[in-house]
């Protein structure tokens, strides 16, 4: 871990967060930094601090260019948010562009939604991070994304990062 509260030091990783405006729980819910790889990947929630998938919130998984995690992050999401109570699909449903602010900029990311209720997923890439989004409650375009340095802000349940 460095200085600034973030693990390791993929080259041109960030962490990207949900902007300060964000009312609810901020979280670090997981992290990992593979040595031998340079993979590195931090996963983030912002809403109730009980994880209630029914109440507004988001999640933030920001992994370095190439890590197996992004898409490991994404299935999960699928399973989580398309079809909580029924079998996993066997391919993705057809994706929509969605613009979500980062770092000031509109960027446009990979956004798939259950039609049945509230429940969303996003992916885009912000220069050499892959980011993954899920949802619920909360429009994806009404997000602000930023880039943290400083994960001292954030309570984590689980154990510290590093």
């Not at 902007?19 to 729980?25: G, N």
């Not at 890590?67 to 079998?87: C, I, K, T, V, W």
Request: hydrophobic fraction near 35%; charged fraction near 20%.
């Amino acid at each position: 871990m460095n200085d600034q509260g973030t693990p390791g030091s993929a080259k041109g990783f960030s962490v990207f967060a949900v902007d300060a405006s964000w009312p609810e729980s901020r979280q670090v819910t997981g992290h990992g930094y593979n040595r031998v790889t340079g993979d590195i990947h931090v996963y983030l929630w912002f809403g109730s601090p009980y994880f209630d998938p029914e109440v507004e919130h988001v999640t933030v998984l920001s992994a370095s260019s190439g890590n197996a995690e992004a898409g490991e992050a994404l299935e999960r999401a699928f399973e989580d948010y398309f079809h909580p109570d029924e079998e996993s699909p066997t391919s993705p449903p057809a994706s929509e562009p969605v613009t979500i602010t980062t770092n000031g900029k509109p960027m446009t990311f990979d956004l798939w939604r259950n039609r049945n209720n509230r429940y969303w997923v996003a992916r885009g890439c912000v220069e050499s991070t892959e980011v993954v989004l899920s949802g619920s409650e909360i429009e994806p375009s009404e997000l602000s994304l930023v880039r943290v340095s400083d994960l001292t802000s954030f309570s984590n349940p689980f154990a510290p990062l590093g």
